[in-house]
């Protein structure tokens, strides 16, 4: 199955810098990558994501870029705030019927005021 | 609010002991899937069901079982609890099958084993 890797574990920056998320997988077959945003105890939140014929997508202070050849994609972060601290999660879907989620191991971010 | 509705919400039960959680997923969605998340871990997939068949298994335990029902609510079963399998447990619905549909969540099943 697909093995989604996500660096770093843990992230702090001050407010107003830039926070950038990498993800890793192992499958070329899957094409669509989201990621979502999870505040302490509460249900994971979609923010952004990208397909696979795509390689950068942008929606105000967020935007996530995709390197199909090197089967990596990244999450930036700009102008950060506290509201931005919580825990994001990188996914992959397998280019199936299914459409099931791989998730990364999350990294918690930090934004220091 | 997801649209998503799980319940319930909070679960405390004994080792060895049996329970359900349910979830109603969005209106018009037909497929559903169940995560679980231990505490400070990632989301592990269980499993997921589309208009009532089974579609993809995860890392889902032979103890737990998980079905659709025509009415598309789906119920994930636990039995034979262990403490580690305390965890806030997902449910998530997306409109259909085929690649890149964006899944939402519950708010989720908090369930402790005592």
């Known amino acids: 199955g697909e093995n989604v890797e996500q660096h770093p574990s843990t992230l702090s920056v001050q407010e107003g810098d830039s926070a950038v998320i990498k993800c890793t997988y192992s499958d070329s077959a899957s094409n669509y990558f989201p990621w979502y945003k999870q505040e302490l105890g509460k249900r994971p939140q979609l923010i952004i994501d990208?397909?696979?014929?795509?390689g950068e997508k942008k929606d105000q202070r967020i935007a996530v870029t995709l390197n199909k050849t090197a089967k990596h994609f990244s999450l930036h972060i700009t102008e950060t705030q506290p509201e931005d601290s919580a825990v994001y999660f990188c996914?992959?879907?397998?280019?199936?019927?299914?459409?099931?989620?791989?998730f990364g191991t999350g990294t918690r971010l930090t934004v220091i005021p | 609010d997801s649209g998503v509705t799980q319940t319930p919400k909070h679960l405390i039960t004994a080792t060895g002991q049996r329970v359900t959680l349910r979830c109603s997923p969005r209106?018009?969605?037909?497929?559903v899937y169940w995560y679980q998340q231990s505490l400070d871990q990632g989301l592990q997939f269980l499993i997921q069901?589309?208009?009532?068949?089974?579609?993809a298994k995860g890392n889902i335990l032979e103890r737990f079982s998980a079905q659709q029902f025509p009415d598309l609510h789906s119920e994930l079963n636990l039995s034979s609890l262990e403490l580690g399998d305390s965890a806030l447990y997902f449910c998530?619905?997306?409109?259909?099958?085929?690649?890149?549909?964006?899944?939402?969540f519950g708010e989720g099943s908090w369930l402790t084993v005592v």
């Open positions: 209106s018009g969605d037909l497929s």
């Open positions: 996914a992959a879907s397998l280019q199936t019927g299914a459409n099931n989620l791989f």
């Open positions: 990208i397909r696979s014929n795509v």
């Open positions: 998530a619905s997306s409109p259909r099958e085929g690649r890149g549909n964006t899944i939402y």
């Open positions: 069901y589309y208009n009532g068949e089974e579609r």
